[in-house]
């Protein structure tokens, strides 16, 4: 099955600086990686994604990519915000039968004033 | 509010006894998914249903668990005679057959087992 390993575990940025967090995942098949944002007694939230005939999507000050030859994809966030402070996990599925999600271990992202 | 949906949202019970947690999905969404999340942990894929069908069931999810969807719409989740190595985050999803394949998650159930 899927295998996700995220990276770091935490991670302290400065507001105003950019925050990198990578994963990289063992199934091949795997077409669709999607990020989420959890914050503390909710579910996740779907914050963006990328599908494999793609490798770079940005929405305002995120932005996702993806390296298919070496199974890894990551999260960029810049001009980050003190409300930008939460766990973000990166997952993986294969789109169709059966998309089941299989999530990274999450990052604890903290931005100080 | 016309997003996913989770009862209760939390849940302290004794060791042995047996607990339902419901879900309403989107309601244009006809699949629904169930993971569970423990502390430092990414969510957990358990099972999941397209309309009314269980499709897949993970490992995890032992006999004394069952879920159901009965008319296609809201979903149950229970879990029998509970362990203490139950207490987790129950997490409900959902989305649409064919795409876009985003999930979008519930609030969860907090699960307590004294």
């Known amino acids: 099955g899927e295998n996700v390993e995220q990276h770091p575990s935490t991670l302290s940025v400065q507001e105003g600086d950019s925050a990198v967090i990578k994963c990289t995942y063992s199934?091949?098949?795997?077409?669709?990686f999607p990020w989420y944002k959890q914050e503390l007694g909710k579910g996740p939230q779907l914050i963006i994604d990328?599908?494999?005939?793609?490798g770079e999507k940005k929405d305002q000050r995120i932005a996702v990519t993806l390296n298919k030859t070496a199974k890894h994809f990551s999260l960029h966030i810049t001009e980050t915000q003190p409300e930008d402070s939460a766990v973000y996990f990166c997952a993986a599925s294969r789109t169709g039968t059966a998309s089941k999600l299989t999530f990274g271990t999450g990052t604890r992202l903290q931005v100080t004033l | 509010d016309t997003g996913v949906s989770q009862d209760p949202r939390h849940k302290i019970t004794k060791r042995g006894q047996n607990v339902t947690f419901r879900c309403d999905p989107i309601?244009?969404?006809?699949?629904l998914y169930w993971y569970r999340q423990t502390l430092g942990q990414g969510p957990e894929f358990l099972t999941y249903f397209q309309n009314e069908a269980q499709l897949e069931k993970s490992r995890l999810l032992s006999d004394r668990f069952s879920a159901e969807r009965p008319k296609g719409s809201f979903s149950t989740l229970e879990i029998q005679r509970t362990e203490q190595g139950d207490s987790a985050m129950y997490l409900c999803?959902?989305?649409?057959?064919?795409?876009?394949?985003?999930?979008?998650f519930g609030p969860g159930t907090r699960l307590t087992v004294t």
């Open positions: 990328i599908r494999s005939n793609v």
């Open positions: 999803a959902s989305s649409l057959e064919g795409g876009p394949y985003e999930q979008y």
């Open positions: 199934d091949s098949a795997s077409n669709y």
């Open positions: 309601s244009e969404h006809n699949r």
